[in-house]
Nanobody
Framework: QVQLVETGGGWVQAGGSLRLSCAGS????????MGWFREAPGKEREFVAS????????YYADSVKGRFTISTDNAKNTVYLQMNSLKLEDTAVYYC????????????????WGQGTRVTVSQ
């Protein structure tokens, strides 16, 4: 059974940092694109960042560019999202996703999804 499990969410003050982790199990994701999405209260789920498992290329939403960094640890089958300079508008449930196609992942139609981890940014 393939699973993606996110951890690392929580409460943080504006300007602070958090690191989210997404641990994959049940298969090898070496040929997959991995990504992070978020869903804020009352809003649709949106793309945040993505990476090819090899780490060769990364992509970011304009709203997080320069503040968030996506990375992988092949040995741990884990994808990370380092979030710095957090803003109130970063408050959301963050989801990890995986798909063989980066295009499919970017459209939000990934084959695999985690259960989400909540991030709350306050003043």
């Amino acid at each position: 059974q393939v699973q993606l499990v996110e951890t690392g969410g929580g409460w943080v003050q504006a300007g602070g940092s958090l690191r989210l982790s997404c641990a994959g199990s049940g298969r090898t994701f070496s040929s997959y694109a991995m990504g992070w999405f978020r869903e804020a209260p009352g809003k649709e789920r949106e793309f945040v960042a993505s990476i090819f498992w090899t780490g060769a290329r990364t992509y970011y939403a304009d709203s997080v560019k320069g503040r968030f960094t996506i990375s992988t640890d092949n040995a741990k089958n884990t994808v990370y999202l380092q979030m710095n300079s957090l803003k109130l508008e970063d408050t959301a449930v963050y989801y990890c996703a995986a798909d063989r196609s980066h295009s499919v992942l970017r459209l939000g139609h990934s084959h695999y999804w985690g259960q989400g981890t909540r991030v709350t940014v306050s003043q």
